[in-house]
Every structure is written in structure tokens, then in C-alpha cells.
């Protein structure tokens, strides 16, 4: 039982390049999140999934698309990448009930020039 | 806007003490979370709180809940070096979203000295 994985842990970009953060559970998790962490910002939300089929805009969703391609997978798309979007990138996922605890990955290191 | 905020943000103290840290937020939440955050690593969840006079303890850790107040606490009792981290309380951001994401404090990054 992995938990919530992420690749790549780190990735370096040019300003406008663009690429995908990849992201899985196998907790059978009805819910996903992605969020960013900046130095002493905590983490801010960027989208989030509730269930398969559906996403929504969290706190910070501009720069950002994200694709819930199936119950295990929640992909985050960065299009044109700005040197503002240079952060640790988590995503999360949790059960439905009366906690709905999330549980994190390891993060993604992003730089971007 | 839901704001949550901690304090203190940096906290230097000395093992065999005892301290508090606190989580104000502005709105009415369902549930308040605490998760750990070691150096370069991810989070850890710590405590999850449902209701008003909530208590949980986790070895020298105790976290307590006032939703009259909006506020949370996390007491350190005889704090170890092991306990050196950065503490995160966060809450639901929608009320009664559950599934919707948190809003997370700042952080208070705590070093527990010899």
C-alpha cells in the first residue's frame, strides 16, 4: 500500500515551457487536492476533485489545469510555466466520512527560470 | 474569507518544557486539523478535532478545541528533540464542505534545544 505518490520529486523548467505533475493513490480515496507551499505561506489550494468526474477551483487555480482521469489519478497541468509558479507541490487525497482526513504525497520540488 | 491563523510562527525552546501553540480561525468549521512537517518532507497528520471541548492526546502532544472561540491549541508537555518540526492546523474551507480542501495557518516551526 503506497499511499499518495508523485513524480517527478523535482523538476526544473524555462519560463513558458510547459508540463504535468502527476499524482496517484490506492487508498480508494473519493477525493484529491492539489496544493502549492511557499515559504512561509503554508499550503494554498489550487484545485481539488470531491469525486471522480468532477473538479473544482481552489484558492489559486490561475496558470493551473488539473484532469481526475479515473478514481486513482489526479493530474496537475502547468501550461505556460512563470517563475512565480516555482514551489513544492503536494496533492492529497481522503476518504469520505466523518474526518475526511487527508492524506499527503511527498511533494514536487518545481523550479521554474 | 476563511483566515487561519497560528501563533507563534517560530518558537525556540528547550527540552523538559512546556508549551502552547494557537490556531485562531474566522469562520465556522466543521472539523480543525493538526499535521506535522519534518524538514524536506511531507505532512503527517496528527490530530483531526470534531466538535467544541474536543481533546486527543498523542504521547507528549494534546490538541483541544473551542468553536465558541474559533480557536485551537496544541500543548507540548516535556518536549523532546524528536518533537522538533513545523506544525500546521488547518480547516475545512468551505463550512460543511468536507470534501472541498483546507485552508492551512502559516506554520509554526518549532526547535526544541538540548
Known amino acids: 500500500n503506497a499511499g499518495v505518490t508523485q513524480t517527478p520529486k523535482f523538476q526544473v523548467l524555462k519560463t513558458g515551457q510547459s508540463m504535468t505533475l502527476q499524482c496517484a493513490q490506492d487508498?480508494?480515496?473519493?477525493?484529491m487536492y492539489w496544493y502549492r507551499q511557499d515559504p512561509g505561506m503554508g499550503l494554498r489550494l489550487i484545485y481539488y476533485?470531491?469525486?471522480?468526474?468532477?473538479?473544482d477551483k481552489g484558492e489559486v487555480p490561475n496558470g493551473y489545469n488539473v484532469s481526475r482521469l479515473n478514481k486513482r489519478e489526479f493530474s496537475l497541468r502547468l501550461e505556460s510555466a512563470a517563475p512565480s509558479q516555482t514551489s513544492v507541490y503536494f496533492c492529497?487525497?481522503?476518504?469520505?466520512?466523518?474526518?475526511?482526513?487527508?492524506?499527503f504525497g511527498p511533494g514536487t520540488r518545481l523550479t521554474v527560470l | 474569507e476563511l483566515k487561519v491563523e497560528q501563533n507563534p510562527l517560530f518558537l525556540s525552546m528547550q527540552e523538559g518544557k512546556n508549551y502552547t501553540i494557537y490556531c485562531n480561525y474566522s469562520?465556522?468549521?466543521?472539523?480543525l486539523y493538526w499535521y506535522r512537517q519534518d524538514p524536506g518532507k511531507s505532512l503527517e497528520s496528527l490530530f483531526v478535532?470534531?466538535?467544541?471541548?474536543a481533546v486527543k492526546q498523542e504521547g507528549r502532544l494534546m490538541a483541544s478545541l473551542d468553536t465558541k472561540a474559533r480557536l485551537s491549541t496544541l500543548h507540548i508537555t516535556a518536549a523532546v528533540h524528536d518533537l522538533s518540526a513545523t506544525y500546521f492546523c488547518?480547516?475545512?474551507?468551505?463550512?460543511?464542505?468536507?470534501?472541498?480542501?483546507?485552508?492551512f495557518g502559516k506554520g509554526t516551526h518549532l526547535i526544541i534545544q538540548p
Open positions: 492529497a487525497s481522503s476518504v469520505s466520512g466523518i474526518t475526511h482526513t487527508q492524506y
Open positions: 487508498m480508494n480515496h473519493n477525493s
Open positions: 476533485s470531491a469525486s471522480e468526474g468532477t473538479t
Open positions: 469562520t465556522t468549521s466543521d472539523r
Open positions: 478535532l470534531l466538535s467544541n471541548g
Open positions: 488547518a480547516v475545512d474551507m468551505y463550512s460543511g464542505g468536507g470534501a472541498d480542501g483546507l485552508t
